[in-house]
Antibody
């Protein structure tokens, strides 16, 4: 069974840092690109970042570029999101998801259960 | 940056057909997919590559994409289908629509 489990969320002050982890099982992690998506309380989904199988050429949303860094450790089946210079509007549930790609199509399946990040003083 | 627009809400009677639209510039030239999210749960993939259903997704869910609009159609809508629905595309970055709350009244 494919499983993704996020951790590392919590309460952090503005301008602080946090690192999220996503441990996966049930599939060959190194064969799939991976993605982070977030959802602010009561709001819609927002794509955050995507990383390739090797870790090169990551993509970032403009809202997090220069502050967040996506990475992966294929030996540990783990995806990371290092979040620096956090702002109040980064408050959200952060989901990791497995990428599926076919030509120019890209979709996310499945998703983890999410981890809540709260940025507040 | 690329944008996708969905109606905030759609209402449907049980057993009827619900259609949820997703609009974007030349969206038909890209691939659209759809997710369902129920309260307190993670999103679940419903449709990918415009009109393909993952295993385990009921046949009453279908998708289409042409011109500037992708459409999720739910035939014979059931009360359990009441949820938020999101479209998504890829344009050198991930893009989600704002979401549509489906009410089954």
């Amino acid at each position: 069974e494919v499983e993704l489990a996020e951790s590392g969320g919590g309460l952090v002050q503005p301008r602080g840092s946090l690192r999220l982890s996503c441990v996966v099982s049930g599939f060959t992690f190194s064969s799939y690109a991976m993605t982070w998506v977030r959802q602010a309380p009561g709001q819609g989904l927002e794509w955050v970042s995507t990383i390739s199988t090797s870790g090169g050429s990551p993509y970032y949303a403009d809202s997090v570029k220069g502050r967040f860094t996506i990475s992966r450790d294929n030996s540990k089946n783990t995806l990371y999101l290092q979040m620096n210079s956090l702002r109040v509007d980064d408050t959200a549930v952060y989901y990791c998801a497995r990428d599926r790609v076919a030509g120019s199509a890209r979709w996310f399946d499945p998703w983890g259960q999410g981890t809540l990040v709260t940025v507040s003083s | 940056s690329y944008e996708l627009t969905q109606p905030p809400s759609v209402s449907v009677s049980p057993g009827q057909t619900a259609s949820i639209t997703c609009s974007g510039d030349k969206l038909g030239n890209k691939y659209a997919c759809w997710y369902q999210q129920k309260p307190g749960q993670s999103p679940v993939l419903l449709i990918y590559q415009d009109n393909k259903r993952p295993s385990g997704i009921p046949e009453r869910f279908s998708g289409s994409n042409s011109g500037n609009t992708a459409t999720l159609t739910i035939s014979g809508t059931q009360p359990m289908d009441e949820a938020d629905y999101y479209c998504q595309a890829w344009d050198s970055a991930g893009v989600f629509g704002g979401g549509t709350k489906l009410a089954v009244l």
